[in-house]
C-alpha cells in the first residue's frame, strides 16, 4: 500500500485499543473530546504528504509504490538532505509543537534496518531479519508507531535499569506455541492513542543476569493485555481561535501496562539477548534520530522568534529590553539552525551504507535545547506581561455589543486592530502559558534525556583530541 491519506489513517485508529483518559475507557480516539483534535491534525499531516508529494514522498525500493521519505534509509549526503526537507515539511504543520509525529519512528525504524552490524551482532541474525521484514510492513502499510523505551522509576538510588527479579518493568514470563508471553510496564508512549503499533527498544543499558529484561519488539495497539493510561489531557477544546495550538497539537503521553502480552514470534528483534540489547543503541541511532528531533527544534525556535516580534510589535514594546529579550530567543534559533549545518556539513556513512549527521553538533543541541525552550517560553511571558489575559473569547468576539467595546478599547499599537492584537497574545500564551506549553516544556526537558544526563555523556559523541593538543602544549613543554 502506498503512503496513506489522513481518512486512512483515522479508519485505522478505530480498531480495538485500551486506552483510558481520565476514568473513562475510550470507545473511539478519533471522537473522543480529549483526543479528536490530535487525531484530526495527524490526519493532516498524512495528507500533507500527498500535498507535497514531491518533498515528501519517494518510490518504495522493491514495490516502486510512493512511500513517505521518512521511511528510507539515508545512503548518501544527496538522501539525507531529501530527508531534512520531508522533515520540515512535517514539523512546519505543528510548529515543531507534536514531537512525535510518525516520521520520528519512521526515521529510528528505519535506520534499524540498515543497520546490520548493530542488530545482526552478537548471535541475532535472525531477530535482525525480522525487524528487516517489520521495518518493510511499516513502511508499505505507512503505520503510525508510538514507543517506550524508558523502564519505570521506582527506586532511583537503584539505577535506571531493572535489578534481576524487579517485578514493574517490562520482561519476558513465558513462551507460547508461537512467540513470547510479557508482562510489565514502561514509560512513557507519546502518541500512544494515535498509533497503529507499539515499538519497544532498548534505551539504558541492563546489567548481567538481567537477560529476561532484553527485549524489543512491536506490536499492534489493541493486542491483548496491552493498557495505555493517558495523562490528564491538555486539549482545550476546539476553537481555533480561543485555543489556536491546544485546540490541536495534544500528542498526549501514556503509562504502558503489558498485562502478559503475547508478542508473536514474527515480531521479536531481540528476545533477552542481553548483549544485543546492550549494543544496538550506542553508534547511529542518536544522530539517525536527532536529524528529525533537531529540525523540529529549529522549525519551533523560528516560530517563538517570529511571534515574540509579533508580540512586542502588537503593543509597540520596542525599549532595549524587550529587544535584548527577543534577540535571546534568535540567538538559540540561530544556533540550532547553525548546529544542523554544522552536522550536515559533517555528515558521515555507517559500516552498513547507512548516511547519519554528524553525532557532535546534535548531542550539543541534545544537551541544551532542555534549558534554551524553557527560557524561551519564560520570554514570551516577560514580553506577553498582562496582555496575554487581555483576550476575550471568540464566544465575547461574537456578542455585536461587547464587539464594538473591544474593538475600541483593545487595539494593538499603530493602528493594529483588536482583532489581531487579541490573537496574537492568546497565540503567545498557548505557546507559552497554558496546559500545552506546561507539557511542551517538560516534554522538552525529558524527551531524549534530561540536559544533565546528556552534558555528563558528551564524551562518547566528540572527539577530544583537538582540545587535549590544546592543553598539552602547555602540560608537556620543558620548563
Ligand atoms: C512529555 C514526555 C514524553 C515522553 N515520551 C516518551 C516516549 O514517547 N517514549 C519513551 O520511551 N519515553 C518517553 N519519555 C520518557 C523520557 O525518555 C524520560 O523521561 C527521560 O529519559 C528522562 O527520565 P529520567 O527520570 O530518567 O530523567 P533523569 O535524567 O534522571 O532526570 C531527572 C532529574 O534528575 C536530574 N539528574 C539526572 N542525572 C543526575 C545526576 N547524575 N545527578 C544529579 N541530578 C541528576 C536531572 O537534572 C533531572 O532534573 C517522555 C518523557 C516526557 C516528560
Not at 348 to 377: K, N
Not at 431 to 452: D, M, V
Request: glycine letters at 8%; proline letters at 6%.
Amino acid at each position: 500500500m502506498p503512503a496513506r491519506t489522513g481518512a486512512q489513517f483515522l479508519k485505522g485508529l478505530r480498531g480495538p485499543r485500551e486506552v483510558w483518559v481520565g476514568g473513562e475507557r475510550v470507545k473511539d480516539v478519533v471522537d473522543h473530546p480529549a483526543l479528536t483534535g490530535a487525531a484530526h491534525a495527524l490526519a493532516e499531516v498524512f495528507d500533507l504528504q500527498h500535498a507535497h508529494a514531491d518533498v515528501c514522498l519517494a518510490p518504495d525500493p522493491e514495490t516502486g509504490e510512493p512511500i513517505a521519505v521518512s521511511h528510507l534509509a539515508p545512503k548518501s549526503r544527496e538522501d539525507l538532505a531529501r530527508r531534512g526537507k520531508a522533515l520540515r515539511q512535517v514539523s512546519e504543520y505543528s510548529v515543531g509543537l507534536m514531537g512525535r509525529t510518525p516520521d520520528y519512528m519512521n526515521v529510528t525504524y528505519a535506520g534499524f534496518a540498515a543497520s546490520p552490524a548493530e542488530w545482526g551482532a552478537h548471535g541475532n541474525g535472525e531477530g535482525y531479519a525480522r525487524l528487516v521484514d517489520y521495518q518493510k510492513f511499516l513502511r508499505r502499510g505507512d503505520i503510525a508507531l508510538t514507543h517506550t523505551i524508558v523502564q519505570p522509576t521506582v527506586d532511583k538510588a537503584l539505577g535506571d535499569a531493572p535489578q534481576v527479579g524487579n517485578e514493574q518493568a517490562l520482561r519476558k514470563v513465558g513462551e507460547t506455541a508461537c512467540g513470547i508471553v510479557v508482562r510489565g510496564a514502561r514509560v512513557l508512549a507519546t502518541l500512544a492513542p494515535f498509533a497503529d503499533e507499539i515499538a519497544v527498544y532498548p534505551a539504558s543499558p541492563l546489567p548481567q543476569g538481567a537477560d529476561d529484561y532484553a527485549l524489543s519488539f512491536c506490536i499492534p495497539m489493541g493486542a491483548p493485555g496491552l493498557k495505555f493510561l493517558c495523562r490528564d489531557s491538555v486539549s482545550a477544546g476546539a476553537n481555533r481561535f480561543d485555543h489556536p495550538l491546544s485546540s490541536r497539537f495534544d500528542e498526549q503521553d501514556a503509562f504502558v501496562i503489558f498485562d502478559d502480552v503475547e508478542v508473536p514470534r514474527e515480531r521479536l528483534f531481540i528476545d533477552c539477548n542481553l548483549a544485543s540489547y546492550n549494543g544496538v543503541m550506542a553508534t547511529n541511532w542518536p544522530p539517525n534520530v536527532q536529524q528529525q528531533t533537531m529540525i523540529r527544534a529549529s522549525v519551533k525556535l523560528d516560530f517563538a522568534w517570529g511571534l515574540a516580534l509579533r508580540t512586542a510589535a502588537a503593543i509597540n514594546a520596542a525599549d532595549p529590553e524587550t529587544n535584548r529579550l527577543i534577540g535571546e530567543i534568535w540567538s538559540y534559533a540561530e544556533f540550532t539552525r547553525t548546529a544542523i549545518v554544522a552536522a550536515e556539513a559533517e555528515a558521515r556513512e555507517w559500516p552498513g551504507g547507512l548516511w547519519t549527521l554528524a553525532p557532535g553538533p546534535l548531542h550539543a543541541l541534545r544537551s541544551t535545547l532542555p534549558i534554551w525552550m524553557p527560557r524561551v517560553a519564560e520570554i514570551l511571558r516577560l514580553i506577553g506581561s498582562h496582555n496575554v489575559f487581555a483576550t476575550p473569547s471568540a464566544a465575547q468576539m461574537a456578542d455585536p455589543d461587547l464587539r464594538r467595546l473591544i474593538d475600541r478599547y483593545l487595539p494593538g499599537a499603530k493602528g493594529m486592530a483588536a482583532e489581531e492584537r487579541i490573537r496574537t497574545f492568546r497565540l503567545a500564551w498557548d505557546f507559552a502559558g497554558s496546559a500545552l506549553a506546561s507539557r511542551n516544556e517538560q516534554y522538552e526537558r525529558f524527551y531524549l534525556a534530561s540536559s544533565a544526563r546528556n552534558l555528563a555523556r558528551h564524551l562518547a559523541f566528540t572527539d577530544r583530541s583537538r582540545a587535549d593538543r590544546l592543553v598539552d602544549r602547555f602540560l608537556k613543554e620543558p620548563y
